[in-house]
Nanobody, 128 residues
Framework: QLQLVESGGGLVQPGGSLRLSCAAS????????IGWFRQAPGKEREGVSC????????NYADSLKGRFTTSRDNAKNTVYLQMNMLKPEDTAVYYC?????????????????????WGQGTQVTVSS
């Protein structure tokens, strides 16, 4: 059973950066697409990014392109989300999720119900 644990969240000032990690255990991530999502208080869960199993393909929510970057190190069984130029509206709980599909191309940011496994989330707060 795949388990995902997010880390790296915290309090950051507007304009700052954070790098989130999603560490997997129980199975190799080699055959999984990994998505990042976020959920702000009172709002629906929003898809942030998608990275294919090999890492060769990524996609992002339109509003986040240019500020967020996802990458992966399959040797470490870990996926990352680098977040730059953070804004107060980026404040949310951030989740990683895994979709068991080594052929998926991340031609779009997949929606939540398409994923098989979820982490518990890490809080990101952007405030001065």
């Amino acid at each position: 059973q795949l388990q995902l644990v997010e880390s790296g969240g915290g309090l950051v000032q507007p304009g700052g950066s954070l790098r989130l990690s999603c560490a997997a255990s129980g199975s190799t991530l080699d055959y999984y697409v990994i998505g990042w999502f976020r959920q702000a208080p009172g709002k629906e869960r929003e898809g942030v990014s998608c990275i294919s199993s090999s890492g060769s393909s990524t996609n992002y929510a339109d509003s986040l392109k240019g500020r967020f970057t996802t990458s992966r190190d399959n040797a470490k069984n870990t996926v990352y989300l680098q977040m730059n130029m953070l804004k107060p509206e980026d404040t949310a709980v951030y989740y990683c999720a895994a979709l068991h599909d080594s052929f998926a191309s991340c031609s779009r940011v997949y929606v939540a119900y398409e994923y098989d496994y979820w982490g518990q989330g890490t809080q990101v707060t952007v405030s001065s």
